[in-house]
């Protein structure tokens, strides 16, 4: 019995000593500077180009999207249109929601015009700011709203 637990002992002692392996990691600048880096703000303006024809799209719901909950759903709504549709945003959206017996979404139509982002220009009144995480509350080493 001794010798089957001194063989234990030598066996977990022999498989604790083992090579760790070694892990590959990447560092953006923000997160190597621990947010303390300036990020450079330049205000930009856009046009909007809007398409005269309203789209309609339909969408079943799966379970993978329900379970996000109902903003979920029409944002993937929204993405899958616009995929289909073309455009940057929906505007003037409309949706329906179907519901199941349960209370559960079971599909969604959403109506909106399509729209495009064009014309990118500087902003001419507005200087390019530096920001920094305290300069926006985050004093606790937060980085965009993100908390340690």
Not at 28 to 33: E, L, P
Not at 85 to 103: A, I, R, T
């Amino acid at each position: 019995m001794k010798k089957f637990f001194r063989l234990l002992a030598v066996a977990v002692i022999v498989t604790s000593c083992g090579v760790v392996a070694k892990q590959e990691k990447l560092i953006n600048t923000a997160s190597y500077s621990r947010a303390t880096a300036s990020l450079y703000v330049t205000p930009v303006q856009a046009d909007l180009e809007v398409s005269s024809e309203k789209i309609h799209h339909f969408m079943e719901v799966s379970d993978n999207i329900r379970i996000g909950g109902e903003e979920n759903v029409v944002k993937t709504a929204v993405m899958e249109a616009l995929d289909v549709y073309g455009g940057d945003v929906l505007v003037g959206l409309e949706k329906q929601l179907k519901y199941n017996d349960s209370g559960q979404i079971v599909s969604i139509t959403i109506s909106g015009y399509p729209a495009k982002y064009v014309n990118f220009r500087p902003c001419e009144n507005i200087p390019a700011t530096a920001v920094t995480p305290e300069a926006d509350g985050q004093s606790s080493g937060g980085f965009f709203g993100l908390k340690k």
